[in-house]
């Protein structure tokens, strides 16, 4: 399968690709900002796995130009995209009182509409039954407990998660799925600028495997859902 994910450099999202190419078969573009970071990330997958074939493309999803991702794709991929994980994101833990509204902005831009630049990029480099795979996050789902510092980070994954339900009815047409995993806790930085000091009883490396499998299978059993993925509260 050919696999785009963002956000690859740390976190779930780096785990996510460590799954990935482990299995044969997958070619897999690793977006995120740090060029750095992902050096490490390419060193480490061909240390894993010589065969592996990863691309990893410092591009910001907020800033940066489509137009030259939409040409590096076509060229790597024929033109054709089986998966695509918005894993991408950032948390500001602030009181709602000292957010200011840039402070808003700034979430949605990182946690919302850089997915949404994403998606509408890539809708023509699609395959047939291909398959989005968002990450949400608990504190962006109805009903789930919420908590003080993170109203600006939880207001932006809800709007991700319902985007989620529209577009899996938008591209039905075009028999493209799309689902959103709505994350819990998993020991990143992330988690410890949310929750500082808690330990979490999900490891990244189990969250990442987690992302991978649902990537390559989910479309098969879920359309238009967000799914709660999550051991704990937080």
């Known amino acids: 399968m050919n696999i785009v994910i963002t956000g690859a450099s740390s976190g779930v999202g780096f785990e996510a690709v460590i799954e990935l190419i482990h299995q044969p078969g997958h070619q897999i573009i690793a977006l995120a900002r740090s060029e750095e970071k992902l050096a490490r990330l390419l060193e480490l997958s061909r240390s894993l796995n010589p065969d592996c074939i990863l691309y990893p493309v410092a591009f910001d999803i907020v800033h940066d130009d489509y137009a030259d991702l939409q040409q590096f794709i076509k060229t790597h991929f024929d033109g054709k995209i089986d998966v695509l994980i918005n894993n991408a994101g950032t948390l500001i833990n602030k009181p709602f009182a000292q957010l200011g509204e840039s402070d808003f902005v700034e979430m949605l831009q990182s946690n919302y509409l850089g997915h949404v630049r994403m998606i509408q990029a890539m809708l023509l480099l699609l395959a047939k039954n ?28 809800a709007a991700l998660h319902t985007l989620t339900e529209c577009l899996a009815q938008e591209l039905a047409e075009q028999e493209i799925k799309v689902n959103c995993l709505a994350l819990g806790s998993a020991q990143t930085e992330m988690l410890e600028r949310a929750f500082s000091g808690y330990q979490s009883p999900v490891m990244a490396f189990e969250m990442g495997k987690y992302i991978a499998d649902f990537a390559l299978t989910g479309h098969k059993f879920f359309n238009g859902k967000v799914l709660p993925v999550a051991m704990s509260t937080p």
């Open 130 to 157: 291909s398959h989005i795979v968002n990450i949400g996050s608990m504190g962006g789902f109805q009903g789930s407990a919420k908590f003080v510092g993170l109203s600006a980070y939880s207001a932006s994954k």
